[in-house]
């Protein structure tokens, strides 16, 4: 059988924080019923005769106090008798309260211990039924604590001695249906159970909450608050504290509470003398004119971070609608600690952002829970309407967030990102704001070969890296890869950006002259080998007397997977294939030879996945889609002049500008020009220039 019975409830606080509270899940209206046996043992008269006993020690020489005690356990008596069990049970709570403010007034003799108290508590607790707190001595300390507060009393504040930390409880936060001691015991050492798994820095005071029976879930919540110890604590550290405590019903994991400032606590205890705090007396004792003074310092104090009054007076607090331990927490701050790059429209920001979360000493706080950081562009940064793309919320692994795809659609300069946290603890580490950084106008840069085989030309500047200008196809020479083919000349065949990383690579040699991975330096052109382009099926030197083999086309899928075109190179199988390349070392991974053996002299990506390809001197005419699986062709797209007679162009390479744009590099000509991807048309922009003479290899930054 379940019997309800009236609830006072028993508070024994030590120090609280400064305040702090976190986004949580409704809490409930009603507080569950304890069990209650009908058969409560409510009465025994070795007991009383002993409680008796105790409330003659306690007030000896102050008779009325006396007088009052020995009436209200009367009554308990009387209540146990006439079965009233409930009654007798609030009573003998109030009597414990008696004694305990008693005690902490200094109104006991001074051979009173806390012991004395204590084993007159649990004394009541035990004759009228009621699970006993056990040693309470902690709670009435002089760091501690102790009220009774009852469902109906008006809103009621409860500090410790030194005002340190309270709690404040409204009306009605306590149920009905519920008998509660709680106690606050400090735990100046930092030995209770705190499930502080990710490492978060913690400040003192500590205190550890409880109630008698336990209490899962109040009424309603109440405020806790804490006047934390911020001696050598920096102003930014200090406005991001937090209150936490164990979670329940486990206690295996940690609940961060979202910041409200505790009021009720003036936190000048560690505040240097030239601090602008201000005490604040008793509730509903404090002056008119105090009032005016404290809300008139408060509009002068500087405002914390995120919203919360840390700068004194008021205390961090949080609403909690259970109690375990409590201290503060620093949830960390966020980092970008690899920066925004400048980046070309619409292309992904590479190297990719990471944001790590630290504590204020800079390591890495690594959270057990699925918590997330998500980026954004600084409102005012930028261009204005600017749409940042990609998965912008990503969770912390190993307290690092990397966010590989994100991209800017308009070209700007100044772009900033934020980036803020959110946990299932409720902790909220500080923003961070990236550096700045711009959304650059695309580059399109070329590559020069060398002469060729035969002669016909001379390359002024063989095997370099060029700028090219899009409306005139002007180039500028940049620099030399400094890096010779296997004919042991320079020449730089194909290029492409790698959307991963924006590191350019480059194919040092031709179909017929070898194949070498290197990368290339944008501001200077020189060049670093990676490896040579060989593996099982192509080994770029078995091919025909003549020409051996090699590559001269290079691509980037959107997922950093490097393709390249493969001819002759494995004996007696002549033709082209599709290679799939390891970036990393330059050996081929896979085979794929292409349609009737093609040659593919350019390749290139486009924005959703389909593979260009171009066949230069050996497909005049037409450029292709190839399936990167399997490298045969898909379709064909026949070139045409405006007129719509057939064009037979030969197209070294394919690079897809802004907006979608088809380029082609036409080496033959030393031109620039476009194609229509809708009706085959090829339209010339203009010369390469005086700069080269051959400009086998094109493509767009990061592309």
């Known amino acids: 059988m379940r019997r309800p019975f009236l609830t006072k409830l028993w508070i024994t606080s030590a120090v609280l924080a400064v305040s702090c509270t976190s986004d949580r899940n409704a809490l409930p209206t009603q507080a569950p019923d304890f069990d209650v046996q009908a058969a409560v043992t409510c009465g025994d008269a070795a007991l009383a005769n002993k409680i008796k006993a105790e409330i003659k020690y306690l007030y000896p020489n102050k008779p009325s106090l006396l007088n009052a005690a020995q009436t209200r356990f009367t009554s308990v008596q009387t209540k146990c008798s006439q079965n009233k069990i409930a009654d007798a049970q609030t009573q003998a709570i109030q009597l414990a309260g008696f004694a305990v403010s008693k005690y902490q007034n200094h109104q006991l ?9 204590s084993d007159h508590v649990n004394d009541l607790y035990t004759y009228v039924g009621l699970p006993a707190p056990g040693d309470i001595t902690g709670a009435l300390s002089s760091g501690a604590a102790a009220a009774v507060v009852g469902p109906t009393d008006p809103p ?19 149920s009905a249906t519920q008998t509660v001691l709680v106690t606050i015991t400090p735990d100046p050492t930092g030995t209770n159970l705190f499930p502080n798994t990710a490492g978060l820095q913690e400040f003192p005071p500590f ?27 920096p102003s930014d550290q200090a406005h991001r504290l937090q209150l936490a405590h164990a979670k329940r019903p486990d206690k295996t994991s940690l609940e961060i509470l979202a910041r409200v400032d505790a009021g009720f606590l003036p936190c000048n205890s560690f505040v240097s003398a030239r601090s602008d705090a201000l005490m604040v007396a008793q509730a509903g004792r404090r002056s008119f004119v105090g009032k005016l003074a ?46 925004p790059t400048n980046t070309p429209p619409g ?60 991209s800017i659609d308009q070209p700007g300069t100044g772009y900033q990102l934020t980036a803020s946290g959110t946990s299932p603890t409720g902790a909220l580490p500080a923003p961070a704001t990236s550096d700045a950084f711009d959304i650059t106008e695309a580059l399109l840069f070329g590559s020069s070969s060398n002469s060729p085989r035969f002669g016909d030309v001379i390359e002024p500047h063989p095997g370099s890296l060029f700028k090219i200008n899009p409306a005139t196809g002007a180039a500028t020479f940049i620099g030399s890869t ?25 194919i040092t040699g031709s179909a017929c002259s070898g194949a070498r991975l290197i990368t290339i330096n944008t501001s200077t052109g020189a060049g670093t080998l990676v490896g ?64 009737n053996g093609i040659h593919l002299a350019g390749l290139v990506f486009d924005d959703s996945g389909v593979l260009w390809a171009s066949r230069g001197g050996n497909g005049p005419g037409q450029i292709h889609t190839i399936n990167p699986a399997d490298g045969q062709t898909l379709s064909t797209l026949a070139l045409k002049t405006a007129t719509g007679t057939a ?11 802004p907006a979608g744009k088809l380029y082609a590099s036409l080496p033959s000509e030393n031109q620039l020009a476009t194609i229509d991807l809708t009706s085959g048309v090829i339209t010339r922009i203009g010369s390469f220039g005086a700069e080269v003479a051959r400009m086998s290899g094109l493509r767009w930054s990061r592309q």
Not at 305 to 326: R, Y
């Open 109 to 117: 003799v001074s051979s009173v211990t806390p012991k004395d108290v």
């Open 156 to 174: 009621t504040d409860v500090r410790t001695g030194d005002q340190k930390g309270g709690v404040h409880i409204g009306t009605g936060d306590i």
């Open 207 to 233: 205190y550890d909450f409880q109630t008698f029976p336990d209490v899962p879930l109040f009424n309603r919540p109440v405020l806790v608050g804490i006047c934390v110890d911020l001696t050598g604590v």
């Open 294 to 339: 404290e809300r008139a310092l408060a509009l002068f104090r500087p405002q914390p971070l995120h919203a919360a009054t840390l700068v004194l007076p008021g205390g961090l607090g949080g609403l909690t609608s259970n109690f375990t331990d409590f201290r503060a927490v620093d949830p960390g701050k966020l980092v970008f600690t690899q920066q």
């Open 347 to 406: 292309l992904f920001i590479t190297p990719a952002v990471q944001v790590t979360l630290e504590k204020e000493d800079g390591t890495t706080i690594t959270p057990s829970t699925a918590d997330s950081v998500t980026v954004a562009i600084l409102t005012g940064t930028g261009t204005l309407g600017a749409t940042l793309s990609g998965n912008k919320m990503v969770p912390l692994v190993g307290g690092v967030a990397t966010f590989g795809d994100l």
């Open 482 to 506: 400094g890096i010779n083919s296997d004919r042991g000349v320079p020449e730089v065949s194909g290029i492409a950006f790698d959307p991963t990383t924006g590191v350019l690579y480059g």
């Open 532 to 595: 040579t382009i060989v593996g099982p099926g192509f080994d770029a030197t078995t091919g025909p007397s003549g020409c051996p083999g090699g590559s001269d086309a290079l691509a980037f899928s959107s997922d950093g997977t490097l393709y390249a075109g493969g001819w002759n190179g494995n004996g007696s199988t002549t033709g082209g294939a599709l290679l799939r390349v390891d970036k990393s070392n330059g050996a081929v991974l896979a085979v794929y030879r292409t349609t």
């Open 647 to 657: 064009d037979n162009a030969i197209v070294s390479d394919l690079a897809f500008g």
